[in-house]
């Protein structure tokens, strides 16, 4: 008994520590992090795109090189596929504004069908340094959260309409949907017996052309009052509007230890710069921010990992609730009738406690300022 009530006390403790996390640091899912997944289309597509032999060859090579400088950047960004990405340096910058000045895009209706696939965070290069758009404070390298967990991967996909089963949320943009977009953040704790799954699920519709204009102009009068450089500029014909659903929380490698929605939606505008058969680039429709984006193989398994975790029924709050006070009130009655059990007890019963105010006060770590 005494050591069941410890490890409870332990995988409660590790769960309360993670849930803390949650209430300020899911943001990457919610601010500008989807901006790359509706790239306009591959550049070999059948889209309209046409380019000369000589500037095809020069793309290729300048799609390689790039790949090989987030392989060996030293920074995580490519060494492992999916992990936490790698921030901004010369020649990341340099050869992405290449890759975006050799591209062009078409207003064709399809234009959205060649995106599909999925995808992981291997680049972002902040409007502002120091920021952490992919993420938030789940992945700041000098965060809480990092000292007490370890990213293992962090992916953007781009799905048909309703492939994961949940139609869009409103029947006013439903018609114009082009996609389904899924952002997940895994980490994993005490050599992994703790898995941890931030999972962001949201409708991708297509902004007007008045629409585009009006988020131009916010952003630059944005950055003219806070007197920085206006980095989002023109928006093109790819971008959309993302609408997402509440964070979905899973812990456990299945989900089954607790998974439960926390959180508003929300809703981010984003855009593209360049798209191929190998890596994408997007920008964020409101702040600037750019993301390099790696394309994976659809029967890869770690990138599927978060469907059968998002198709799990999500837990109520209020029965959530309940096991926590059921939990709550057996810590008490350990901490009272044994007295060897008491620390387990005490420390059980004040887990538990602190982890239903965080269900019921959490916002899912959802940040709409962009």
Same mark, same amino acid.
């Given at each position: 008994?005494?050591?069941?009530?410890? *490890?409870?006390?332990?995988?409660?403790?590790?769960?309360?520590?993670?849930?803390?996390?949650?209430? /300020?640091?899911?943001?990457?899912?919610?601010?500008?992090?989807?901006?790359?997944?509706?790239?306009?289309?591959?550049?070999?597509?059948?889209?309209?795109?046409?380019?000369?032999?000589?500037?095809?060859?020069?793309? #290729?090579?300048?799609?390689?090189?790039?790949?090989?400088?987030?392989?060996?950047?030293?920074?995580?960004? %490519?060494? =492992?596929?999916?992990?936490?990405?790698?921030?901004? /340096?010369?020649?990341?910058?340099?050869?992405?504004? +290449?890759?975006?000045?050799?591209?062009?895009?078409?207003? @064709? @209706?399809?234009?959205?069908?060649?995106?599909?696939?999925?995808?992981?965070?291997?680049?972002?290069?902040?409007?502002?340094?120091? #920021? /952490?758009?992919?993420?938030?404070?789940?992945?700041?390298?000098?965060?809480?959260?990092?000292?007490?967990?370890?990213? *293992?991967?962090?992916?953007?996909?781009?799905?048909?309409?309703?492939?994961?089963?949940? $139609?869009?949320?409103?029947?006013?943009?439903?018609? +114009?949907?082009?996609?389904?977009?899924? /952002?997940?953040?895994?980490?994993?704790?005490?050599?992994?017996?703790?898995?941890? @799954?931030?999972?962001?699920?949201?409708?991708?519709?297509?902004? +007007? @052309?008045?629409?585009?204009?009006?988020?131009?102009?916010?952003?630059?009068?944005?950055?003219?009052?806070?007197?920085? &450089?206006?980095?989002?500029?023109?928006?093109?014909?790819?971008?959309?509007?993302?609408?997402?659903?509440?964070?979905?929380?899973?812990?456990?490698?299945?989900?089954?230890?607790?998974?439960?929605?926390? %959180?508003?939606?929300?809703?981010?505008?984003?855009?593209?710069?360049?798209? #191929?058969?190998?890596?994408?680039?997007?920008?964020?429709?409101?702040?600037?921010?750019?993301?390099?984006?790696?394309?994976?193989?659809?029967?890869?398994?770690?990138?599927?990992?978060?469907?059968? $975790? $998002?198709?799990?029924?999500?837990?109520?709050?209020?029965?959530?609730?309940?096991?926590?006070?059921?939990?709550?009130?057996?810590?008490?009655?350990?901490?009272?009738?044994?007295?060897?059990?008491?620390?387990?007890?005490?420390?059980?019963? =004040? &887990?538990?406690?602190?982890? %239903? =105010?965080?269900?019921?006060?959490?916002? %899912?770590?959802?940040?709409? #300022?962009?």
């Amino acid at each position: 008994m005494h050591a069941a009530a410890a *490890r409870t006390a332990l995988l409660l403790l590790s769960i309360s520590a993670l849930l803390t996390l949650c209430a /300020n640091a899911f943001c990457v899912t919610s601010r500008s992090t989807f901006s790359g997944r509706f790239s306009q289309h591959r550049r070999r597509s059948t889209t309209g795109l046409t380019s000369t032999t000589g500037d095809v060859d020069s793309t #290729d090579q300048t799609v390689s090189e790039l790949l090989k400088a987030l392989d060996g950047d030293g920074d995580g960004g %490519g060494g =492992a596929v999916g992990a936490s990405p790698s921030g901004a /340096n010369e020649r990341t910058v340099s050869l992405v504004e +290449s890759l975006e000045d050799s591209y062009s895009g078409t207003s @064709n @209706n399809d234009r959205f069908a060649p995106l599909l696939g999925l995808y992981a965070v291997s680049a972002v290069l902040p409007s502002k340094p120091g #920021d /952490n758009p992919v993420g938030g404070k789940w992945t700041r390298k000098e965060g809480i959260a990092q000292k007490l967990l370890r990213t *293992r991967a962090t992916y953007q996909h781009l799905l048909p309409v309703n492939s994961t089963g949940y $139609l869009p949320t409103s029947a006013n943009y439903a018609a +114009s949907a082009v996609g389904e977009a899924v /952002n997940v953040i895994s980490l994993e704790a005490l050599f992994g017996l703790i898995r941890l @799954n931030v999972i962001l699920r949201g409708d991708a519709i297509p902004l +007007s @052309n008045d629409e585009r204009k009006q988020c131009e102009e916010e952003a630059a009068s944005r950055a003219k009052e806070r007197g920085l &450089v206006n980095k989002v500029g023109k928006l093109s014909s790819l971008t959309v509007r993302a609408k997402f659903d509440p964070p979905r929380i899973a812990f456990g490698r299945k989900g089954k230890i607790l998974n439960l929605n926390l %959180g508003p939606r929300s809703s981010v505008v984003l855009d593209t710069t360049y798209c #191929d058969d190998k890596v994408r680039v997007g920008k964020g429709g409101t702040s600037g921010t750019k993301f390099v984006f790696r394309r994976l193989r659809s029967d890869d398994e770690e990138p599927n990992e978060w469907r059968p $975790l $998002l198709a799990r029924r999500p837990l109520r709050k209020s029965k959530a609730l309940i096991v926590l006070g059921s939990v709550l009130g057996w810590g008490i009655q350990s901490a009272v009738r044994d007295p060897k059990a008491r620390v387990a007890g005490i420390s059980i019963s =004040a &887990v538990a406690s602190i982890v %239903g =105010a965080i269900v019921v006060f959490s916002s %899912g770590g959802i940040e709409q #300022d962009n």
